[in-house]
């Protein structure tokens, strides 16, 4: 379940605006916020959405960030940290995942799987990240619309 999950998330990289989800083959529901500008670093634009996935039993709710491809860099990030420098969970996603909409100019970069009490306090004052890697580091700014277009009603 959890590799249907993964997936769903890849292929929701590149949205770009919110919506609903569905999966009857896999049995997935959900809904993703609209995709945002998360970091406006000089050489790398970073785009974020947020996804609420759960296939009746099991939620997952991420941060899913992709990068804007300029044809020359292909960023790697291993890790995930909060400002204080605790760890999130953090995976990476292929970018060779590619879009489901054929607009797309962005490549997945991974997920940062989040709680239900970190997605509604992110959806009043935002959310802050470091992503770091054999790519540097990179900080990201969420503002709070996309985790209030999927915190629980």
Same mark, same amino acid.
């Given at each position: ?43 790398h ?16 709710? =991420? $941060?899913?960030i992709?990068?804007?491809r300029?044809?020359?860099?292909r ?7 909060? %400002? /204080? *420098? ?13 879009c489901?909409h054929?607009?797309?100019?962005n ?5 940062? =799987? $989040? ?13 802050r990240?470091?992503?770091?890697? %054999? /790519? *540097? ?10 985790f ?6």
């Open positions: 379940m959890y590799r249907y999950l993964v997936l769903c998330v890849g292929l929701a990289a590149c949205v770009s605006a919110g919506g609903e989800f569905a999966s009857p083959d896999a049995g997935l529901t959900g809904r993703y916020s609209r995709q945002v500008v998360v970091s406006d670093h000089p050489h634009v970073l785009y974020g959405h947020m996804a609420r996935l759960t296939d009746g039993e099991t939620e997952v709710l =991420a $941060l899913v992709s990068h804007r300029d044809g020359v860099h960023l790697r990030f291993s890790q995930a940290l909060l %400002p /204080s *420098g605790r760890p999130l969970p953090f995976r990476r996603l292929d970018p060779r995942l590619g489901s054929g607009h797309c100019r490549d997945a970069i991974g997920f940062i =799987a $989040l709680t239900e009490a970190m997605v509604a306090e992110a959806g009043r004052a935002g959310f990240a470091l992503l770091v890697g %054999p /790519s *540097g580091s990179i900080p990201l700014a969420v503002p709070p619309a996309p209030a277009a999927v915190a629980q009603h």
